[in-house]
């Protein structure tokens, strides 16, 4: 936007004018010790304020422009799921040494993710409310001289409501 585009130039003008040093920012050519401001650069980036591209691997008769800056605009879902995987799920950076333990850690977070997304989905409530709602809850079956005996924790009414919408979710798909 306009207001980065002027943080640039005012950096590169800083950087020019020797006030500035460190990696040489956009819009500054250096050739030798002389540093210069690209006006050129400066110029062209000006005229595309304002301007996005897309750029895909897609073939334009597989999907239209259209589809894809829609689908580009949907790309915040998977913004929002790493986020809920890194957090809610506890998924943390794991050191794998050979391809099928890297392929096998990454299924399961995937299968994680795509069940919390379906649980989120079907009950409108966050993975985090589902699992801290849920995960109190145990059931113990105990058979004694051929009698079993279920125990299970009361559910409260959140409980039940979510798994009345999971129960209800298998008999849709």
Not at 16 to 29: H, L, N, Q
Not at 68 to 85: G, N, T
Not at 90 to 99: D, E, M
Not at 107 to 130: C, D, E, P, Y
């Amino acid at each position: 936007d306009r207001k980065t585009l002027t943080l640039q130039e005012n950096r590169a003008k800083a950087v020019v004018a020797g006030e500035k040093s460190a990696r040489t920012p956009r819009f500054v050519t250096t050739e030798g010790d002389t540093r210069t401001l690209n006006e050129a650069a400066l110029s062209r980036a000006r005229q595309l304020v304002g301007l996005k591209g897309y750029v895909t691997n897609i073939p334009a008769d597989t999907m239209g422009a259209g589809e894809v800056i829609s689908s580009y605009h949907d790309l915040w879902h998977v913004e929002a799921s790493f986020r809920l995987s890194k957090s809610d799920l506890r998924a943390r950076p794991i050191f794998h040494h050979t391809r099928d333990a890297i392929e096998a850690h990454l299924t399961i977070v995937f299968a994680a993710l795509a069940i919390a997304r379906h649980l989120q989905n079907i009950t409108g409530l966050s993975i985090k409310k589902i699992v801290k709602t849920l995960q109190p809850l145990q059931q113990i079956e105990v058979t004694i001289g051929g009698h079993t005996h279920v125990a299970a924790d009361p559910l409260t009414d959140l409980a039940e409501q979510i798994l009345e919408a999971i129960r209800h979710s298998d008999e849709t798909h």
